[in-house]
């Protein structure tokens, strides 16, 4: 069973920076897309970044050259580094794993594993 464990969002303020993680209990790396999605009040999931199997990122554009993913195999783990961070950033912050890509864009289909989530809160 595929679960997926987030830590490291918070507050911060505009400008700041923030790390979050994501533990994987399985092994996912090797078959599955793994990335990271974010929520804000009242609007849908939408993809963040994302990492394929063979080591590709892609990123939405409102965070491209903000956001970094990254992952350590050998931990498991899946990163999100958070730099230049805006308001508009905040959101919770999902780990998401999936057989196909992520979207970078709002997902309305099933994901086949999702974490429970993490808050980002930046303010101006």
């Known amino acids: 069973q595929v679960q997926l464990v987030e830590s490291g969002g918070g507050s911060v303020q505009a400008g700041g920076s923030l790390k979050l993680s994501c533990v994987a209990r399985?092994?996912?790396?090797?078959?599955?897309?793994m990335g990271w999605l974010r929520q804000s009040p009242g609007q849908g999931r939408e993809g963040v970044a994302a990492?394929?199997?063979?080591?590709?990122?892609s990123y939405a554009d409102s965070v491209q050259g903000r956001f970094t993913i990254s992952q350590d195999k050998a931990k498991n783990t899946l990163y999100l580094e958070m730099n230049n961070l805006k308001p508009e950033d905040t959101a919770i912050y999902y780990c998401?794993?999936?057989?196909?890509?992520?979207?970078?864009?709002?997902?309305?289909?099933?994901?086949?594993?999702w974490g429970q989530g993490t808050q980002v809160t930046v303010s101006s």
């Open positions: 990492i394929d199997s063979d080591g590709t990122a």
């Open positions: 998401a794993a999936d057989r196909s890509p992520i979207p970078m864009y709002t997902v309305t289909g099933p994901i086949d594993a």
């Open positions: 399985g092994n996912l790396f090797s078959s599955y897309c």
